[in-house]
C-alpha cells in the first residue's frame, strides 16, 4: 500500500482523447466519433467517456453542440466558454457554502468559547497586519473560517464546507486571468473585506447574533462584487 490514489478513470479518459486529438491531427472545428464509438473503441462504459468529455470542455479542449456532436473547440471560443462555466460553478457553489457558514454562524456564536474567541482573533490579526502591506492573507482566511466551522462541532458539515472551499479555490486561476485581462483591481476588493474579520469576532464577544451575520455579509458582498464582472 503506497496510500497514492489512484486517478479516476474519467482523467484517463480525458488524457486518451487529448492524445487520440493529437494522434488524429485533429484541428479545431473538427469533429470527435459519438461517445458510444469511443467507448467501445477503448472499453469503457459511456458514462466514463461523457465525464471527460465534460472535464475537456471545462478545460475549453472540446466544444458539445446539441444534436450534433462534439468538436474540438477554437482556442479563444473555448477560453470565453470556460469562464461562462466556471463563474457559473463558482456562484452555485457560493451560494451553498454561504448558506451553510450562515447557519453554523447561528448556532455557534451564543455558545462560542472564550479560548475560541482567542484564537480566532489572533488569526484576524495577522490577517489585518498582511493587509496592510497589500497581501492577501489567503491561507490565513481559510483558517478563520476552517476553524469557525471547526467550533460548529459537526464533522459532515464541517467537511463538506471545506470540499465546497477547495472546489472553487481550484477556479481561482482562471478567475483571476480573466480579471487581469479587464485590468481590474480585484485585489483591491478582497482587501477591503479583511476588516470585517475582526468586526466578527468583536460582534462574538458580544453574543451579537445579528451583528456577526452583518460582517460576514460584507465579506460575501466583496466575492460577490468580484463575480459580478465575469460574463
Not at 191 to 199: E, F, M, R, S
Not at 200 to 216: I, N, P, Q, S, T
Amino acid at each position: 500500500m503506497t496510500g497514492e490514489k489512484k486517478a479516476p478513470l474519467y482523467a484517463k479518459m480525458s488524457d486518451r482523447i487529448c492524445r487520440y486529438i493529437e494522434e488524429k491531427g485533429l484541428r479545431p472545428g473538427d469533429r470527435l466519433p459519438g461517445e458510444r464509438s469511443l467507448a467501445a473503441l477503448w472499453g469503457v462504459g459511456r458514462p466514463s467517456v461523457r465525464e471527460a468529455i465534460r472535464e475537456l470542455e471545462y478545460r475549453g479542449i472540446l466544444q458539445s453542440k446539441v444534436g450534433k456532436g462534439t468538436y474540438v473547440a477554437d482556442p479563444e471560443e473555448g477560453r470565453e466558454l470556460r469562464i461562462r462555466l466556471v463563474s457559473r460553478n463558482f456562484l452555485e457553489l457560493f451560494e451553498i457554502k454561504t448558506a451553510l457558514e450562515r447557519y453554523c454562524l447561528e448556532r455557534i456564536v451564543p455558545r462560542i468559547e472564550d479560548q475560541q474567541i482567542g484564537h480566532l482573533e489572533a488569526l484576524a490579526g495577522r490577517m489585518m497586519a498582511l493587509a496592510g502591506e497589500g497581501i492577501m492573507p489567503e491561507e490565513l482566511d481559510l483558517e478563520f473560517h476552517d476553524y469557525l466551522l471547526l467550533c460548529y462541532g459537526n464533522q459532515e458539515l464541517h467537511r463538506m464546507v471545506m470540499h465546497m472551499i477547495a472546489m472553487y479555490q481550484s477556479m481561482t486561476e482562471e478567475m483571476q486571468e480573466y480579471l487581469d485581462g479587464l485590468k481590474y483591481d480585484y485585489l483591491a476588493v478582497l482587501l477591503a473585506t479583511i476588516p470585517c474579520h475582526q468586526d466578527m469576532v468583536c460582534r462574538m464577544r458580544e453574543r451579537d447574533v445579528a451583528g456577526v451575520l452583518a460582517a460576514y455579509d460584507k465579506i460575501t458582498e466583496g466575492d460577490l462584487k468580484i463575480y459580478r464582472r465575469f460574463p
